[in-house]
């Protein structure tokens, strides 16, 4: 039988995503894949996975699993998120991998800080390529599990049956969320069909994340946004990240599964380096902007792609016995291999 | 209007060469794209051609802003056009009944008769300008001016995949059911985006197009040689 992992409840919205559908929106398909690509990468990394591979995007409420493998090494990336066991008390924290046994029973569940996490599984999730990509697109029925988000009783393919004979690893420390700063954009492309009392209360006003979000993008509330020509323009490409301007004068700040092309002035485009930050809020979370110049938001994007790869560098050995206490384990001199899961 | 390079952050550059949708604007944003993906500078992922723009995506790990704009400005003014391939389709449209809910009010508003409606549009030969909205959703102009008209008040929640629609200067085909704001004076049997096909979108921007009145007989027969893979769109190659 082929290995996966069965779905007894599936969340409010899971799906199979990677780094996205590239080279087709010429031809109007949306890029898609994750939300936050960095978690994404983590996740892979941390179960030795190539970073790029498809795993579990989970939104705002987690799905259970049944284990239909011989066994399954998991990691969890997101602020706040664990994995539980049925039957076992202590919960498997985020950032780090776990090998889990056939009929294990896995929980997963969001913290309060961030309203999404991935999910890899080592070897990675044995769907068909659409497009080359794995990444699920619901409006067009592509790619994923049946190109929709998963439903009760799904099996999820996996590419391998049973986790491989090594160490258990983790992020040495939680990575640095600063979710005070505020978001950095680049002001354009048609920044200049707004007023300019407009454009300073995008740089200067809170906004708040409306209940309006989805993977195609996320309305903000607060100050209306006026613009100086009208607001409908003759439709030019889409950014991941720009934030377009309809009529009511609500921003929407697009992400992966915007369409490919609009009609509505954007006034500005959020910074390849804070994407991550963006999905990760709730509704209600406030945000705030700052503009930079273009060449700064390239060096951030390089800066960001350092700090990764620096992480992902830097992971150790975790403990394979899930009842140790992590915490009490940070700074111990833990040897690698010892135990693992598959023993 | 002078070419202007816009940022749309840190990973796309837009060229922008007007803000209108006309023709002699979508050919020199067609050309520049040919001229790009023929010989590539090193960093771009992907390029969309619009109306009035073309969109360069770059990785920022590879290139930049400022040397990609340095490499396309000398491009902008060759005057050799590469672009090849441009395909004239066939269309076979069911402009009847419940296929056409929208065309006796487009008849309405224009002034004309439901037959003069449907021999306007399928007397015309359309340039695909982009491909945008949904997957293989082309937008194609021009209309004849008789049959310009605002997009509906109201739009539709369901919109059938297949409708043909118009609205302003602009004809359009559903390759899927979604919302839409457009009229609906037929609809096609043919599939528009099927991702299993080598091409997985039917047309090109750059393409051009005609619409051929079927009956709802043969509406139902192409749709169940489609269901089989068994049916071909008529195509032709265009000389540029």
Redesign the interface.
Known sequence: MTPGLKVLSPGLHTTVQDLGRIGYQVIGVPVSGALDGFALRLANALVGNPQGMAALEILVAGPTFEIAADSARLALVGTGASLGIRGEKARVVAEQSVTVQRGDIIEITLGRQSARCYLAVEGGIAVPRVLGSASTYVRAALGGLNGRALQRDDVIPLAVGCASERSELRVPAPPSGSPEQPIRVVLGPQHKYFRKESLAALLDAEFRVSKDADRMGMRLDGPALRHRWGWDIVSDAIATGSIQVPGSGQPIVLLADHQTTGGYPKIATVISADLPRLGRCRPGDPLRFVSVEPEAAEEMCRQSEREFAKLVGALEPAPSEIELDIGSLYGENLISGVTTGFE | MKVRF???????L?V?FG???DRRLSERVLRLDAIIRSNPPPGI?????????L?V?YD??LT???ELQRAITPLLDLRDNPRTGAKLWQVPVCYEGEFAPDLAEVARLTGLTPNDVVALHSGTRFHVY????????P?MGDLPSQLALPRRADPRLRVPAGSISIATSLTAIY??E?PGGWHLIGATPIRM?D?ERSE??LF??GDAVRFEPIDAAEFAAIRKAVDTRSYEVESAPVAL
């Open positions: 816009l940022s749309a952050g840190d990973r796309a837009v922008e803000d209108r949708v992922v992907e390029t969309v051609p619009t109306f009035r723009s969109a995506y920022p790990l930049s802003r400022g982009m491909l945008g909205f949904l997957p293989g959703f937008y390759p899927y979604s985006f991702p997985p979108a090109a921007p």
